[in-house]
């Protein structure tokens, strides 16, 4: 297990007990460096959506802990944030919540000239994903070949 990995999870494990006692989601950890800066970030939802208040209570309490567990090596900046609309799937349970919804998939390298899809999720595994375009064709994609997948949006 790599140093970041170690902390995105001790992180979530200390954040576990939190998203209980406020039935919230912890949708994802990361901890990235951006700008020289390294960053913990904590992704969470709720039924309804997250609001700023629901941000500010969760690093309240995460801040107190991480002072007291003092485990990331280097200096850092801890965030709280709702994952917006735009956010990638990653879990199982983003999968889960995603079937039947129109998706946006964009992939390392083209195929057929197209490095960017639209369809909706018909299935997925360990290793898969496959959409039915509007044409009606499916499409499989080898995760490893994805570089983005997310909700689709319409504006």
Not at 50 to 59: A, H, K, N, P
Not at 62 to 70: P, V
Not at 111 to 117: L, S
């Amino acid at each position: 297990m790599s140093r970041r990995e170690f902390y995105e999870q001790k992180t979530e494990d200390l954040l576990k007990p939190i998203m209980e006692e406020y039935q919230f989601e912890l949708v994802d950890v990361e901890y990235v460096k951006e700008g020289g800066n390294w960053y913990l970030r904590a992704y969470i939802d709720k039924e309804g959506g997250i609001t700023v208040d629901d941000c500010e209570l969760v690093s309240r309490r995460m801040s107190d802990l991480l002072d007291e567990q003092d485990y990331i090596e280097e200096s850092y900046i801890f965030e709280v944030s709702s994952p917006g609309l735009g956010r990638p799937l990653k879990k199982e349970k983003d999968y889960v919540r995603s079937m039947g919804k129109e998706l946006e998939i964009h992939t390392y390298r083209a195929i057929n000239k197209e490095k960017e899809f639209y369809g909706i999720l018909k299935a997925y595994d360990d290793k898969t994903v496959t959409i039915k375009m509007d044409d009606g064709a499916e499409l499989t994609f080898a995760k490893s070949e994805i570089s983005l997948i997310r909700l689709a949006f319409d504006f």
